[in-house]
């Protein structure tokens, strides 16, 4: 048997000392020592309180709950009658019983893992485990039986973790997966390595969603982590009752974009490009990916294996384009889909270089009919401070006004400007902009629940729609189109046009709740394969430069899916 560490056996020692002097407690006969007081008692049972306070520690990496009464002296004890001391003697014995049961099974089942994990080590060696607990415990609950007995779902899986390795999310994924392709087929050591990467890739495809913004767009921030218990006792119930595929094909994104794209990768090799479609001269606009392209699309040339296969993973966050607002932000385009059908297009303009449009998911909640313009922070400081302080006149002649936080009215006169020069972000006080036509949000804003208050709305500025190159915003999407929006989604929310003109007429805010069926998908890809042909886009935010270079035997690859 294995030793314990010292300090939790010296915490297993009090509590034997516990136990047994329980016993002895109830084996006296009372009556004989009616006189003896309960104190000493008390005073035995919590005489190394001190060493039991300081294995607390150990303890806790078992994960046991250490009862209170061990921690303190009990003085309560004394003070009971003969009665209840009795009871309270007879739960700090079941406690104690019960810490030590608990302690002893988590001591065997350690060293069961451990067991495992050494086990799976030799079978794997000289190959390592992204993660050895996970996958050995796996096993050790399914009495080390094989577990991708399914060639079907082998494969399924393989193309679709090969599709993610070959991204350069992860260099350490990228290595799992030449471990399996080096490893023979039919040995129990590749199922090992299958398994492993299988859990790797369970938690990537359960977590990037909300990840995204880092993994996808900022290399190298990805770490791999062990999956839910859920995920991991769903996917193996599955592997039970021989249903792997279809658990594995509903991992996989309902996205004919994203199937095209990771198909033409395994049409090329690491080294190798792919053609980029030429647009047609007389063709007003290249609609592909639902209209993600811009209206410059790139006229031949190429794009890279590892810039393709960057794209697939970012369009794996996109269910399908059926239904919902979506907005690839570096084709500065917005289309609006109902049942597959595109039911609007608009030019956009998106976040300059500095204040990006974020990668984000969300649902349409309200249209704001003359919304007034409760100015950000950033803008706040970064640009209207510094520009009323040197004319203050300039607040009301813009439409604006400064309010405290019981949302009274500050008159401008009345403000020390000069005190907040460089110092703007002390500004204490809310910069709300009144609804108008020269208003900032325009007639129309498009809430959705947003941590960086990013939404859709109009814009007086018409004339900045006119420029190929439109990052020129602080971050929200202004759309062209934002009446005609509007009208559809007043409209689904039973408005009439007259209704719409009326309230815009009478320049009263008003908000109307919007169906809540109505995704909005912000994301950000610069290249994808659509009926056949490759797309590309400039990468306006820089976030494809420095592609890593994976290593990959990609014949192997093609060989095994």
């Known amino acids: 048997m294995r030793k314990l560490p010292d300090r939790l056996f010296c915490k297993r020692s009090v509590l034997l000392n516990i136990l ?21 008692l008390s005073s035995a049972v919590f005489a190394e309180t001190s060493a039991v306070a300081s294995a607390t520690t150990q303890v806790a990496e078992i994960n046991v ?26 739960a700090m014995a079941r406690q104690a019983e019960s810490f030590i049961q608990r302690a ?15 086990r799976l080590n030799q079978e794997i060696a000289p190959n390592q485990l992204l993660l050895a607990s996970t996958t050995a415990k796996v096993y050790l609950d399914n009495e080390f039986s094989s577990i991708w007995s399914d060639k079907r779902a082998t494969q399924l899986f393989l193309k679709e973790y090969a599709a993610f390795a070959a991204s350069g999310v992860s260099a350490k994924s990228t290595k799992a997966l030449q471990q399996i392709l080096n490893t023979p087929e039919d040995s129990f050591a590749r199922d090992v390595l299958l398994t492993d990467s299988f859990l790797d890739y369970l938690y990537y495809n359960k977590n990037v969603g909300r990840n995204a913004d880092k993994w996808l767009y900022r290399l190298g921030s990805y770490v791999t982590k062990a999956p839910a218990e859920s995920h991991v006792s769903a996917w193996l119930r599955a592997v039970r009752n021989g249903s792997a595929v279809q658990y594995i094909s509903a991992l996989i994104p309902n996205n004919h974009i994203y199937r ?49 296969a960057l794209n697939a993973q970012r369009l794996r966050l996109i269910p399908s384009f059926t239904n919902g607002i ?57 640009d209207l401070i510094p520009k009323f302080s040197r004319n203050p006149g300039m607040v009301e002649r813009s439409g604006y006004e400064i309010l ?112 809540s069926d109505n995704p909005v998908y912000l994301y950000y890809v610069t290249a994808w394969v659509e009926n056949g042909k490759v797309y590309t886009l400039p990468d306006i935010y820089k976030y494809d430069v420095n592609l890593p270079r994976v290593s990959i035997d990609w014949m192997k690859v093609k060989n095994v899916i």
């Open 65 to 90: 709950a250490t009862p209170n009464a061990l921690n303190t002296v009990d003085t309560v004890l004394p003070q009971l009658s003969f009665e209840a001391q009795q009871a309270r003697a007879a």
């Open 260 to 308: 095209e794209t990771v198909d033409r990768l395994f049409t090329m090799s690491p080294n190798s490009t792919a053609g980029v479609a030429k647009k047609a001269a007389n063709s007003k606009n290249t609609k592909g990916q639902k209209g993600k392209a811009q209206e410059s699309a790139v006229a031949g040339g190429s794009t890279t294996f590892a810039k393709l």
């Open 404 to 515: 405290d936080g019981r949302g009274n009215k500050i008159s401008p006169s009345n403000i020390n400007w000069a005190q907040y020069k460089g110092k703007e972000n002390t500004f204490p006080y809310h910069i709300r902009q009144k609804p108008g036509d020269n208003a900032a949000l325009g007639l129309y804003k498009f809430n959705m629940p947003s941590s960086d208050a990013i939404y859709l709305h109009d814009t007086p500025n018409r004339g900045l729609f006119g420029k190929n190159d439109r990052a020129l915003s602080s971050g929200c999407v202004r759309v062209a189109k934002s009446d005609e929006l509007a009208t559809l989604l007043l409209k689904e929310a039973g408005w009439s046009d007259s209704k719409k003109q009326g309230v815009l007429a009478s320049r009263k805010t008003t908000s109307v709740p919007i169906r």
């Open 20 to 40: 047994q002097m329980s016993k002895l407690f109830f084996g006296l006969n009372m009556k004989a020592f009616k006189f003896l007081p309960i104190t000493i």
């Open 326 to 382: 979506f907005v690839n932000i570096p084709s500065y385009q917005l289309y609006y889909m109902r049942d597959g059908k595109q039911v609007l297009q608009s030019k956009v303009i998106v976040g300059r270089d500095d204040r990006r449009t974020p990668v984000m998911y969300s649902k349409l909640s309200n249209v704001v009919v003359n919304p007034p313009w409760n100015v950000p922070p950033t803008i706040k400081a970064k």
């Open 104 to 118: 002893e099974e988590e001591r065997i089942a350690a060293e069961k893992l451990a067991q495992a994990k050494n």
